[in-house]
């Protein structure tokens, strides 16, 4: 059972930098795939990043790409989205997700998570 809490949210203006972070409380937290998803009101939670237990392989919506970077520090059992040229469009509630992975890859579809964050508000004003 993994409890995932999320933090470092906030508002910021349009091309500004914001860092989320999930910490995990599990201590097998390299044997979890790892992905942020986000909310904006009136739409679908779409995939942002997602990372593979290893973090060797990452993948990331278009729309975030160049832009955004995911990391996790297994140590720590915490997951990271660096956040880079913020643009309005980018706001919304994000969530970090985790799931027991058997093998080394990134896992794209939120219907496969099993374990999410409480959610952190970003919002980015133009």
């Known amino acids: 059972q993994e409890h995932l809490v999320e933090s470092g949210g906030g508002l910021v203006q349009a091309g500004g930098s914001l860092r989320l972070s999930c910490a995990a409380s599990?201590?097998?937290?390299?044997?979890?795939?790892v992905g942020w998803f986000r909310q904006a009101p009136s739409k679908e939670r779409e995939f942002v990043a997602g990372s593979s237990r290893s973090g060797g392989s990452t993948y990331y919506a278009d729309s975030v790409k160049g832009r955004f970077t995911i990391s996790r520090d297994n140590a720590k059992s915490t997951v990271y989205l660096q956040m880079n040229s913020l643009k309005p469009e980018d706001t919304a509630v994000y969530y970090c997700?985790?799931?027991?992975?058997?093998?080394?890859?990134?896992?794209?579809?939120?219907?496969?998570?099993?374990?999410w964050g409480q959610g952190t508000q970003v919002t980015v004003s133009s």
């Open positions: 997700a985790a799931v027991v992975s058997y093998k080394d890859y990134v896992i794209l579809t939120y219907e496969e998570y099993d374990y």
């Open positions: 599990g201590r097998t937290f390299s044997s979890y795939a």
